[in-house]
């Protein structure tokens, strides 16, 4: 026996609020967050049933519509804004739908024309719950369910003009039982957007918010929610990663030192003056062809560049597990994740014989298939091309809707978004976190033990 969509709304409402009040992440006294839309208002219920049985008391609510104020005054739930004392600017929790859950969790909100109100909110609540029926979970975004796009009226032609130079068909909402546009509770119109072909959503993001007379628009990726979505079947899943995707050097390995070596020993057979290891940090990332002609004065433009990098590449081949060790924690990650049957691989700049020598090294919970290195003859180019990614993908058996990069570095950032994947930055690597943080990181992990807390684990 199947249940309908509208019962899936309520399952996945009812159980999300009941499981995080078991968890103790929806508590007494807590600051809460409360969406808008048909999914939203069944959790906005039973929040209302549990103040009512007793389980929660003193509950601050801030509500992301109209249409939730009312629903919280009409059961009783006390109603703040974001700028009051008693919130402070800062939520523990907000709770809402979404109209499409796409990899890694990445939404597409806004079906309501709340989005404005929905983002403040939740992009300033220190975890975000996302409750669906099973037909919003799709695999790419930008085809199926319309943007929205919240602009000002007087920008409404050059924002739908910058809009359609970004490849989207934007067209101006119009209201229902109302002559004339939808209006949102902040007295501005939506655009819906379709494109003809699936959009990197973080990267749109961006660009979309970037438009001057754009208030904002209905990607969230700035943060990973935990979604619970529920089947027609009726169970109740919520949706975790199958998989995750490692960067190698400055992530699971601090290689820095052998680099550092090697790359000094090169520089000094051909009279070159010798960096420092925080210069040679800053150097590596994106292989030793790279590396090199930020080591040499005027870099590749110098004759002498083919020969250090040959010699750097035969003096590393022999010098690169001297000093190089998995950083504290890494391996108890790594352990802990096998334990909870995530599959892991290791995608590497490196080249795939030395990948593969370290990964059998260090990591014997990696299968040796999955740890991938740069390969050109087998047509994997190094990174931020995805190739790698891909080729780990396919050795491990799975979706990259069910997977996530780990990396320290922009170029690992890149790297995940060419592949479609959400990406968590570490700061104990090669970058600090306020580097990750000027490059537009969307999360950022100061330990290893910090990766299993997150949402999806």
Same mark, same amino acid.
């Given at each position: 026996?199947?249940?309908?969509?509208?019962?899936?709304?309520?399952?996945?409402?009812?159980?999300?609020?009941?499981?995080?009040?078991?968890?103790?992440?929806?508590?007494?006294?807590?600051?809460?967050?409360?969406?808008?839309?048909?999914?939203?208002?069944?959790?906005?219920?039973?929040?209302?049933?549990? /103040?009512?049985?007793?389980?929660?008391?003193?509950?601050?609510?801030?509500?992301?519509?109209?249409?939730?104020?009312?629903?919280?005054?009409?059961?009783?739930?006390?109603?703040?804004?974001?700028?009051?004392?008693?919130?402070?600017?800062?939520?523990?929790?907000?709770?809402?739908?979404?109209?499409?859950?796409?990899?890694?969790?990445?939404?597409?909100?806004?079906?309501?024309?709340?989005?404005?109100?929905?983002? /403040?909110?939740?992009?300033?609540?220190?975890?975000? /719950?996302?409750?669906?029926?099973?037909?919003?979970?799709?695999?790419?975004?930008?085809?199926?369910?319309?943007?929205?796009?919240?602009?000002?009226?007087?920008?409404?032609?050059?924002?739908?003009?910058?809009?359609?130079?970004?490849?989207?068909?934007?067209?101006? +909402?119009?209201?229902? +039982?109302?002559? %004339?546009?939808?209006?949102?509770?902040?007295?501005?119109?939506?655009?819906?957007?379709?494109?003809?072909?699936?959009?990197?959503?973080?990267?749109?993001?961006?660009?979309?918010?970037?438009?001057?007379?754009?208030?904002?628009?209905?990607?969230?990726?700035?943060? +990973?929610?935990?979604?619970?979505?529920?089947?027609?079947?009726?169970?109740?899943?919520?949706?975790?990663?199958?998989?995750?995707?490692?960067?190698?050097?400055?992530?699971?390995?601090?290689?820095?030192?052998?680099?550092?070596?090697?790359?000094?020993?090169?520089?000094?057979?051909?009279?070159?003056?010798?960096?420092?290891?925080?210069?040679?940090?800053?150097?590596?990332?994106?292989?030793?062809?790279?590396?090199?002609?930020?080591?040499?004065?005027? %870099?590749?433009?110098?004759?002498?560049?083919?020969?250090?990098?040959?010699?750097? +590449?035969?003096?590393?081949?022999?010098?690169?597990?001297?000093?190089?060790?998995?950083?504290? %924690?890494?391996?108890?990650?790594?352990?802990?994740?096998?334990?909870?049957?995530?599959?892991?691989?290791?995608?590497?700049?490196?080249?795939?014989?030395?990948?593969?020598?370290?990964?059998?090294?260090?990591?014997?919970?990696?299968?040796?298939?999955?740890?991938?290195?740069?390969?050109?003859?087998?047509?994997?180019?190094?990174?931020?091309?995805?190739?790698?990614?891909?080729?780990?993908?396919?050795?491990?058996?799975?979706?990259?809707?069910?997977?996530?990069?780990?990396?320290?570095?922009?170029?690992?950032?890149?790297?995940?978004?060419?592949? %479609?994947?959400?990406?968590?930055?570490?700061?104990?690597?090669?970058?600090?976190?306020?580097?990750?943080?000027?490059?537009?990181?969307?999360?950022?992990?100061?330990?290893?033990?910090?990766?299993?807390?997150?949402?999806?684990?």
């Amino acid at each position: 026996m199947s249940i309908s969509k509208d019962e899936q709304k309520v399952l996945a409402a009812r159980t999300a609020v009941d499981t995080l009040i078991n968890e103790g992440k929806i508590f007494s006294g807590m600051k809460i967050g409360l969406g808008t839309g048909s999914t939203a208002m069944p959790a906005v219920k039973r929040v209302a049933e549990r /103040i009512a049985d007793g389980t929660l008391k003193d509950i601050k609510a801030v509500a992301t519509s109209f249409q939730t104020s009312l629903a919280c005054e009409e059961y009783g739930i006390p109603v703040y804004t974001l700028n009051d004392k008693a919130i402070g600017g800062r939520l523990d929790l907000a709770i809402d739908g979404a109209d499409e859950i796409g990899p890694g969790n990445s939404l597409i909100k806004g079906g309501g024309a709340a989005l404005l109100r929905e983002k /403040i909110t939740e992009y300033n609540a220190d975890t975000l /719950i996302i409750v669906a029926d099973e037909s919003k979970v799709v695999k790419s975004h930008g085809t199926g369910f319309a943007l929205p796009v919240e602009v000002i009226p007087e920008a409404r032609l050059p924002v739908t003009q910058a809009l359609k130079q970004l490849g989207a068909r934007p067209r101006l +909402r119009e209201g229902v +039982r109302k002559a %004339g546009p939808v209006i949102t509770d902040n007295g501005n119109m939506i655009l819906d957007c379709l494109w003809e072909k699936p959009v990197n959503p973080a990267e749109m993001e961006d660009k979309i918010d970037a438009i001057t007379g754009v208030v904002e628009c209905g990607f969230f990726t700035k943060v +990973r929610p935990r979604a619970f979505v529920a089947h027609s079947d009726g169970s109740v899943e919520e949706k975790k990663f199958k998989a995750v995707i490692f960067d190698l050097d400055g992530t699971l390995l601090d290689t820095l030192e052998d680099l550092t070596d090697s790359c000094n020993q090169a520089l000094g057979q051909l009279g070159y003056p010798e960096h420092t290891i925080d210069e040679v940090r800053q150097f590596v990332g994106n292989g030793l062809g790279v590396m090199m002609e930020k080591a040499l004065p005027d %870099g590749k433009a110098n004759p002498d560049y083919n020969k250090a990098l040959d010699s750097m +590449r035969e003096i590393y081949s022999h010098n690169y597990q001297n000093k190089t060790k998995a950083y504290s %924690g890494v391996l108890d990650l790594i352990e802990k994740l096998k334990d909870r049957g995530v599959k892991m691989a290791i995608v590497s700049n490196k080249p795939d014989v030395q990948v593969k020598e370290l990964a059998a090294l260090y990591f014997k919970s990696i299968p040796q298939e999955a740890a991938i290195g740069e390969n050109e003859a087998a047509g994997i180019r190094r990174k931020p091309f995805p190739d790698s990614v891909y080729t780990a993908l396919k050795a491990l058996g799975e979706d990259k809707d069910n997977a996530v990069y780990i990396g320290d570095s922009d170029v690992d950032m890149a790297t995940a978004r060419n592949a %479609g994947l959400p990406c968590i930055s570490v700061s104990w690597g090669f970058r600090t976190r306020e580097f990750l943080q000027e490059k537009g990181a969307a999360t950022i992990v100061n330990k290893p033990d910090e990766i299993p807390s997150l949402p999806g684990f």
